[in-house]
């Protein structure tokens, strides 16, 4: 796996590497949003995360695939990033649930990737200039540079249409409470937890009606997180607009910026956004501070934030809103993952905290 490739950034700057995966011999060129991630493990529930679609992911911890890939570490049906940047990838992986290597698991999906390259000087650059577009090619990298400045920005993207089931479909069929989750890009782990909790699961598209999630007679309804502008998602905020006058609503990550937008809050997107397992989030009711996991590039802005959205956590890195409640109607949302995958299992209390709210409208 010595083959020079390059990743290329929209402002010019060019990082030489080596090319594995999809990449390897020459393989074809990547497009995408570049971001960083500080998980120092996790890389295929990173690979898998639907939040990642349509970006470049750099993590920052420097060694990849020592632990190998495996068929249960995985949060959704296949890769779904654009492409794999990393400073050092193992080609001989040491555990006993390895099936192959991080290389063989990225070519079998037709992925690229890059190693070698010095993702410490990528993620400063991130920091200091902001998330930008970038090219993983074998070519040159100036060819790269010119297709680069011809391709839609990341932001003008409906990257949930990409991601989101085409039909509904049934989870599990067991559990004394019906849960409906709107699936945005919905991580496995979510629809696993809510099994956990004695739930029947049904997922539905991101399209889905309120007319439709509701012939399902939900006792409760989560709205998934998922990648991209939720200024794309108008028909999901529509829809979340009048389930939360119905039904018990949970919303994670990017179903908490829909559900914001439906309760007339705004949204804008950060410099570089929040990737990666250690994220403090203080909860304002306790003081309690938890150590969360986070993949979003957008938050709820703060101005003029409607008279029924109660701020409930806040990122102790940057102020931004880190969950909302409505002040009368049993709404609940986070900006981080209470999933995990991979993170600290920390914030399951979440899940815990919306049975809470379906035993208050069964009572």
């Excluded at 911890?61 to 890769?79: A, F, M, R, T, V």
């Excluded at 609503?249 to 570089?272: E, N, P, S, V, W």
């Excluded at 309690?288 to 806040?314: C, M, S």
Aim: glycine fraction near 12%.
């Amino acid at each position: 796996m010595t083959d020079k490739a390059y990743l290329v950034l929209s402002d010019g700057s060019v990082f030489p590497g080596y090319g594995f995966g999809a990449l390897e011999g020459g393989g074809e060129q990547s497009f995408g949003e570049v971001v960083f991630c500080t998980s120092m493990t996790g890389y295929q529930e990173m690979l898998t995360d639907p939040s990642f679609a349509g970006q470049i992911v750099v993590p920052t911890y420097p060694l990849q695939g020592n632990y190998g890939i495996n068929d249960e570490n995985i949060e959704s049906k296949q890769i779904q990033v654009a492409g794999f940047v990393v400073r050092e990838q193992s080609s001989t992986p040491s555990h006993y649930n390895s099936e192959g290597t991080l290389h063989e698991y990225l070519a079998g999906q037709s992925v690229p990737g890059i190693w070698g390259v010095d993702t410490r000087a990528i993620t400063m650059r991130i920091r200091s200039t902001g998330v930008m577009m970038g090219a993983i090619t074998a070519g040159d990298p100036q060819a790269a540079l010119r297709q680069l400045k011809e391709r839609p920005a990341y932001d003008s993207v409906n990257f949930v249409e990409r991601v989101t089931v085409d039909t509904g479909y049934a989870w599990n069929g067991e559990g004394s409470r019906r849960i409906a989750v709107v699936d945005c890009g919905v991580k496995y782990n979510i629809l696993r937890l809510l099994a956990d909790r004695d739930c029947q699961v049904s997922v539905l598209p991101a399209t889905a009606t309120a007319d439709e999630v509701l012939a399902l007679n939900p006792d409760g309804v989560v709205f998934s997180p998922g990648p991209g502008d939720p200024v794309h998602n108008g028909l999901t905020v529509e829809t979340a607009k009048a389930i939360i006058d119905r039904v018990p609503t949970l919303g994670i990550c990017l179903g908490h910026q829909i559900i914001a937008r439906a309760l007339g809050a705004g949204t804008y997107k950060l410099k570089f956004g929040h990737r990666g397992a250690n994220h403090p989030v203080q909860d304002l009711s306790t003081g309690k501070v938890y150590i969360t996991a986070q993949n979003h590039g957008y938050a709820v802005a703060d101005e003029a934030l409607p008279p029924e959205i109660v701020v409930t956590h806040r990122n102790l890195h940057d102020g931004t809103i880190e969950g909302i409640r409505h002040r009368y109607r049993p709404v609940l949302t986070i900006q981080y993952h209470s999933e995990a995958s991979p993170g600290p299992l920390d914030n399951e209390y979440i899940f815990d905290e919306f049975m809470g709210l379906l035993s208050q409208k069964s009572k």
